[in-house]
């Protein structure tokens, strides 16, 4: 087997099946399996998979064991030569995998490789591409400055849509042969959340293997659907980043003094703001489809007209507020995908309609929690 996508879920039922469902797409050319580990959600995530995809295989934890143990109990029941880490919020086109099989099978001493991430509007996310955050780095990024000669958090020297080495990827996405994946013993389960993909992308490094970032794949994560970025983050970040560089990196008490002092300043100024996000007042919603009862169901449940529009159609509408609704019956993910990096306005807003579904699902926001609409 050429290659096993693995998807951990914890309670975002809605986002999974979409994530599915693209993933299903994108390896129908390949001799390829999916695998689910749901963390013990306590919504209907489990049953969902059983009932619509009963060939997946799916571990059920009786309790959240967190990122990097479950991950690592997928990858052993892994068959495939590849490993494709995906997260349950992320939405994938169709050619997406044989894509990224055809370039890293041409890249040399292969570690791990990540595709150019992209939130729910459309728009780039710059931890796609990082470099190794020493307690320098860290330091640097906790405070927001820049000091001299050190790197930034971020790997700004790629360009965002072209092909690189880096040293750290994202969890969201990692791409890499399962055997070098074992040899350094898959996720460090010392972390919980956050931190794992650092960690594991540093022992790769390691080795002697090269991570690379491949921007000419756009991949949407609706980032923040587990998480807000809030104080609870900012506390579970930096906690982490402290524990790679104990294990990784010299200790320097006056450093790290200074970071802990800081990762609860911060986290206490971010418990005292409000996170709640602006409701947007849509102008007009615009349905990509050709189904008039489904045009008609949203505009129902949404309170206002949606207009049906095609591919073709689809124009500067101005200042006007505006969400396009996608139905994945009509048009491709990678149409999706293509669109909303085309369009990425403050004014533009976009939700998918999976096939077969009776929701839509989106996210307006960078770093916040995403939206489902059932009809």
Known sequence: MKLSVIILNYNVRYFLKLCILSVQKAIEPLDAEIIVIDNNSSDDSCAMVKDRFPTISLIENKKNVGFAKANNQGVQLAKGEYLCILNPDTVVAENTFVEILKVVEE???????????????????????????????????????????VKNYYADHIPIEETGAVDILVGA?????????????????????????????????????????????????????????????????????????????????????????????????????????????????????????????????????????????????????????????????????TIMQRLKKSNYTYKIKPPKCDYIVGSDFKDGKGEVILF
């Open 107 to 149: 890249l040399p001493n292969l570690g791990i490789a990540g595709p150019r991430l992209i939130s729910g509007t459309g728009r780039y996310h710059p931890e796609s591409k990082r470099n190794i955050p020493s307690p320098l780095t860290s330091f640097g990024r906790l405070f927001r400055i820049r000091l001299g000669k």
């Open 173 to 337: 996405f990692m791409w890499v042969k399962k055997e070098h994946y074992l040899s350094v013993h898959g996720f460090d389960e010392d972390y919980f959340m956050y931190g794992e993909d650092v960690d594991l992308s540093y022992k790769i490094k390691k080795k002697g293997l090269q991570n690379y970032y491949l921007g000419s794949f756009p991949v949407i994560h609706y980032k923040g659907e587990s998480t807000d970025r809030n104080a609870v983050y900012i506390k579970r970040f930096y906690s982490a980043m402290r524990l790679f560089y104990s294990k990784h990196f010299r200790s320097n008490w006056i450093l790290d003094t200074i970071v802990t002092i800081g990762i609860y300043s911060i986290s206490f100024v971010q418990s005292l703001k409000k996170h709640k996000k602006e409701i947007r007042n849509i102008d007009q919603y615009y349905l990509v489809s050709k189904d008039e009862e489904l045009r008609d169901k949203l505009s129902v449940i949404l309170k206002k007209e949606v207009k049906i529009t095609s591919l073709e159609s689809i124009q500067n509408f101005g200042d006007l507020n505006i969400e396009l609704i996608f139905d994945t019956a009509c048009i491709t993910f990678e149409e999706i995908i």
